[in-house]
């Protein structure tokens, strides 16, 4: 089933993008940003166990789950067989927007340049992620490419923790702020869920405001 990806993330307005070492770390941490009112959630593929992550947490049922760093239309098609609802890229890249269509999964593709969103918009895209938010600039920089683009949806990720994730989503440009800073490696490796749980709890909780 595919999900209508701008309703999913102007629900959700928070996107954990998780990078898990341990496919065993899966479920507890499905149930954490669950319990801590996560709407969805990005599996990374940068990890051998990915695909098994991605599996066992969109099984949970509680949130809607999609693939991230997806490099390739190869991985794309992977990601979706396990379950995965949306696909994320660092990067712009034709072969994974036609692959994604073909599968009839949306797709989020990086972009850091007007160059890039142009590209993206051709390719018959409106939303983005803009990557990364922080090192290119953050808000400021988030604002004037914003500008020349109406009706692109952004979804800045990168570098962006709690304090910050206000200030993007007050731009009405902003679907959702997506971050690793709710479930670390270091949190999976200490199995700390209960702090997983309090940090997301925490960003939705701003996310309102
Ligand atoms: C990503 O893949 O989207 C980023 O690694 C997430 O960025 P962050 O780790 O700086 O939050």
Sequence with gaps: ???????????????PVLTVPSPASAGP??????????????????????EQVLKTMAAHGGLTVGAGTVLTAGQAERAVAVGARFVVSPGF????????????VPVVPGIATA???????????????????????????????AAPF??????????????RLAAYLAHPAVLAVGGSWMATADHLDRGDY????????????????
């Design 150 to 163: 109406p009706g692109t949806h952004f979804v800045p990720t990168g570098g962006i923790d709690a304090p």
């Design 115 to 145: 160059t890039e969103l142009m590209r993206a918009l051709k390719a018959g895209l409106d939303t983005v992620k803009l990557f990364p938010a922080e090192p290119l600039g953050g808000l400021r920089t988030l604002r004037a490419l």
């Design 194 to 209: 209960a702090e997983i749980r309090r940090l997301t709890a925490e960003a939705v909780d701003r996310s309102m405001t």
């Design 1 to 15: 089933p595919t999900a209508d990806l701008a309703c999913v993330l102007a629900g959700a307005r928070v996107m």
């Design 29 to 50: 941490l499905a149930e954490a940003l669950a319990a801590g009112g996560a709407r969805c959630a990005e599996v990374t593929f940068r990890t051998p166990g990915a």
């Design 93 to 104: 890249d034709e072969e994974v927007v036609a692959k994604c269509r073909e599968l009839g």
